[in-house]
């Protein structure tokens, strides 16, 4: 199967894929698709003349190409030339404050009764685990994570509001 005849198959399939998948990775679907053809025809395989792909190998080309948008999407900082400030010491600052906010979180939800802190330190989980797998590691029914996971943020919600209240004399904020 020639390049062209590779395009000309798989095309309508692969535009259906990249259309799925783009807007989850924050990619233009025209964008994601180009990358998956370069991707494909680029690869060790078709450089020997073997142009033949399957759908499942588009499919997961697709989705490597979406993971790997995400990851370059969380790492860009867009350039505003309207604004005065260096790029670095904004997002020191901002980077500093994050930190801080996500230590004082954490802090908060091992304080938490119950199976709370097991929970919502997965979901706070960098590894983005799903429900099943979180339901695995608690020991509990995936069924069930839902329920347990609004009871643990409504006390979540109510620890926060408490400390910021307490945080002034009055609990008013200056």
Same mark, same amino acid.
């Given at each position: 199967?020639?390049?062209?005849?590779?395009?000309?198959?798989?095309?309508?399939?692969?535009?259906?894929?990249?259309?799925?998948?783009?807007?989850?990775?924050?990619?233009?679907?025209?964008?994601?698709?180009?990358?998956?053809?370069?991707?494909?025809?680029?690869?060790?395989?078709?450089?020997?003349?073997?142009?033949?792909?399957?759908?499942?190998?588009?499919?997961?080309?697709?989705?490597?190409?979406?993971?790997?948008?995400?990851?370059?999407?969380?790492?860009?900082?867009?350039? #505003? /030339? =309207?604004?005065? +400030?260096?790029? &670095? %010491?904004?997002?020191?600052? @901002?980077?500093? !404050?994050?930190?801080?906010? *996500? $230590?004082?979180?954490?802090?908060?939800?091992?304080?938490?009764?119950?199976?709370?802190?097991?929970?919502?330190?997965?979901?706070?989980?960098?590894? #983005? /685990? =799903?429900?099943? +797998?979180?339901? &695995? %590691?608690?020991?509990?029914? @995936?069924?069930? !994570?839902?329920?347990?996971? *609004? $009871?643990?943020?409504?006390?979540?919600?109510?620890?926060?509001?408490?400390?910021?209240?307490?945080?002034?004399?009055?609990?008013?904020?200056?």
């Amino acid at each position: 199967m020639t390049p062209n005849d590779l395009l000309t198959a798989l095309r309508p399939l692969l535009a259906a894929e990249c259309a799925a998948e783009a807007p989850a990775a924050g990619i233009e679907a025209a964008d994601l698709e180009q990358s998956v053809w370069v991707r494909l025809l680029s690869d060790r395989r078709a450089a020997r003349g073997r142009w033949s792909v399957s759908a499942l190998r588009l499919r997961a080309a697709v989705r490597a190409e979406a993971r790997v948008a995400r990851r370059r999407a969380r790492r860009e900082v867009p350039f #505003d /030339p =309207t604004t005065d +400030e260096p790029p &670095g %010491e904004s997002c020191v600052e @901002q980077a500093v !404050l994050a930190a801080e906010e *996500s $230590r004082a979180l954490r802090a908060t939800v091992r304080r938490l009764p119950g199976r709370c802190p097991g929970l919502l330190g997965a979901l706070l989980s960098r590894n #983005d /685990p =799903t429900y099943r +797998e979180i339901a &695995g %590691e608690l020991g509990i029914s @995936q069924g069930s !994570l839902g329920p347990v996971r *609004s $009871r643990c943020l409504g006390c979540l919600r109510r620890m926060l509001t408490a400390e910021v209240a307490a945080s002034e004399r009055g609990g008013k904020e200056r």
